[in-house]
């Protein structure tokens, strides 16, 4: 088979070294770079992992519990089931997938744990509004969040449990919370909580107590002793689905569910709690307020670890004091942080996105949901999109970024299946050169893949810098395309080998972010409460590492094809009749003419394709005439 000059024209428009929209610095100490040599055994990488810990406000490294030292537990707040997940929700479960599957491949046996909200105020209100019982529609809707989920990749978290499936639980913290003098039951059936009976409150937001202004969020209820209090059970209202309680029929408040499920699936302390930055205050900060209440552990921020043996006799004015001397992340809250006296480790956060440079919101009507994006981009592009930028970091949602995401992901698959055909081409050459590169990775053997993942490996374990792991991309792809396509690189001796290592380095890198093909999702989590771990189906190992079959590839390419179409309005039929249009204007010498359609085509998003095989076309960017 001949090569044309269209792998070389794909790296020219679609040069991944530009992808990383936030290419961030490892901060000091620097994070150790691979060796030189072969590739570490996964476990050997572990202590070179750092994240971003919210209550440290630092990258740190990352240790699970000296007693679980293979196991780390991991909460990332779930949606409330009322509508259809937004691009939001998407920026939160891709970030945390991409955690999850890197802790998987480092060996760790990770419980994943993701809630949903099915009972709440919206779903109240959408249901009525709909004529349709509460849980119904949260139940449906439930649903339609693990289509999303498994159209983006997202592997099934271990456990999936619904907070009405713990209202006992929920009530049973309540009166710990009560009982160790940190809530209180008003007239009419409400419970709350009071925050200023607990010294510290507000060290994980770093807001203090004047910042809480009463009418912020809520209005201003009369029967509580602070504006701030919080809401820990909600008196029934007619019509409402209510449960019995010690205070009356009522329903949860919403910070209540995840103090409770953690505390019931996971145990008193776990590793990660995750979630977007909008829920570092007021959620949580309720959450960490109401975990240590209930169990007795409320420190009070002194700068001992906080564990239920340490008591201090702080008055309600002393609390308020020390609030104000350990909201800014003082050395107090961060040792308390470290020690692991806190129920989380590690507060991990993902960045705000925007939408056109402003903050997305229905009322400025630039709100979209997975599913409207997904009319016109192909899941994996969205996902490529998402990737390129690094989870802390705001993300600036555009139509052009988009179309970047997938162009690039079409270049990447293209260069893929360019390279199987070349290796298929070879016979038994090309097939010894793959069994070759595969044995080289899987021993650990100094080779071109073992290094195009160390540098990978590496940006990762400096808190999932995830755009410098797509530009370590570029390198091997500018090689594919000049081994493809260049005279020197189709007589280069050792061409086969090189093109075997980089398909499955490139093959492996795409895994780690799950983006790709042959590494999607499928089915559902359990909803039991058990411990179990979930399927290990897309996450990265060595020994199985392989490069996506053609017809994966091929499948994802015609689809972005297919959607390149409808975003400009077009149809294939159409395509084709001015790439023969133009065709016969050429053979007319009437260039201009030519020229003039295939400039009309890009402005449109079709590329034109000459090769010797023939005209063909590609999706790519949008250009103006």
């Not at 809630?115 to 339609?144: H, V, Y």
């Amino acid at each position: 088979r001949k090569y044309s000059p269209a792998l070389r024209r794909l790296h020219q428009t679609a040069n991944l070294s530009q992808c990383s929209h936030v290419k961030l610095q490892a901060s000091a100490p620097a994070v150790e770079q691979a060796s030189a040599g072969g590739l570490p055994a996964p476990e050997a990488l572990r202590p070179r992992m750092q994240l971003y810990n919210t209550m440290a406000r630092s990258k740190q490294p990352f240790t699970p519990r000296p007693e679980h030292p293979d196991k780390v537990q991991m909460y990332v707040c779930g949606v409330t089931v009322y509508d259809y997940s937004h691009i939001g929700h998407a920026r939160v479960y891709v970030a945390f997938d991409i955690l999850y599957r890197f802790l998987q491949y480092l060996r760790y046996n990770v419980q994943y744990v993701r809630n949903f909200t099915d009972i709440d105020d919206k779903i109240i209100a959408r249901a009525t509004q709909n004529g349709e019982d509460p849980l119904a529609l949260s139940s449906r809707f439930i649903q339609e969040f693990h289509q999303d989920m498994a159209a983006l990749g997202c592997l099934p978290p271990s456990v999936e449990p619904k907070a009405t499936d713990f209202i006992p639980q929920m009530i049973s913290t309540i009166q710990r919370i009560i009982a160790n003098g940190h809530g209180y039951a008003v007239e009419g059936g409400d419970v709350f909580f009071d925050v200023m009976s607990l010294p510290g409150y507000g060290r994980l937001s770093g807001r203090s107590q004047e910042d809480n202004r009463a009418g912020e969020r809520v209005d201003v209820d009369g029967r509580k002793r602070h504006p701030a209090d919080f809401a820990l059970w909600k008196a029934a209202k007619p019509g409402e689905p209510s449960w019995e309680s010690p205070w009356g029929r009522g329903r949860p408040g919403w910070h209540i569910e995840c103090s409770s499920m953690i505390e019931d699936v996971m145990g008193q302390v776990i590793d990660i709690h995750g979630g977007g930055r909008d829920l570092v205050f007021p959620h949580h900060e309720n959450e960490l307020a109401q975990s240590l209440a209930a169990s007795g552990a409320a420190g009070c921020g002194c700068g001992g670890a906080v564990h239920a043996h340490h008591q201090h006799a702080h008055t309600h004015e002393q609390g308020q004091e020390l609030q104000q001397q350990q909201v800014q992340g003082g050395a107090g809250s961060a040792a308390a942080a470290a020690s692991g006296g806190d129920f989380v480790r590690y507060w991990v956060h993902n960045g705000f996105v925007n939408v056109d440079s402003e903050k997305m919101s229905k009322s400025l009507g630039n709100f979209f949901t997975i599913r409207e994006v997904l009319r016109q981009y192909h899941p994996l592009a969205l996902r490529w999109f998402l990737v390129s930028t690094q989870y802390r970091q705001p993300i600036n949602y555009t139509q052009r970024a988009l179309e970047e995401g997938s162009d690039r992901l079409y270049y990447v698959y293209q260069a893929l299946l360019d390279v199987e055909a070349a290796l298929q081409a070879a016979g038994p050459q090309g097939q010894a050169a793959r069994a070759a590169a595969r044995t080289a990775l899987v021993s650990g053997a100094a080779c071109p893949s073992s290094s195009l993942l160390s540098s990978a490996l590496s940006a990762l374990l400096d808190d999932l810098n995830t755009p410098s792991a797509i530009s370590e991309l570029s390198a091997p792809l500018k090689s594919i395309n000049d081994l493809l396509t260049t005279k020197a690189g189709k007589k280069q001796p050792d061409r086969l080998t090189l093109l075997a290592h980089h398909e499955l380095a490139i093959a492996a890198v795409l895994q780690l972010l799950g983006l790709n093909p042959a590494s999607s999702a499928t089915g559902t989590a359990s909803s039991a409460t058990g411990g179990s771990t979930a399927s290990t189906s897309g996450v990265l190992t060595l020994s199985e590492v392989a490069p996506p079959s053609p017809e994966a590839l091929g499948g994802v390419l015609a689809e972005l094809r297919r959607l390149a179409l409808v975003r400009g309005g077009l149809s294939e039929e159409y395509v084709q009749g001015q790439i023969a249009e133009r065709a016969a204007a050429r053979a007319a010498k009437d260039f201009a003419r030519a020229d003039e359609i295939r400039v009309g085509l890009a402005a449109q998003g079709v590329l034109i394709m000459d090769t010797p095989q023939g005209t063909t076309w590609r999706p790519g960017m949008v250009s103006t005439p």
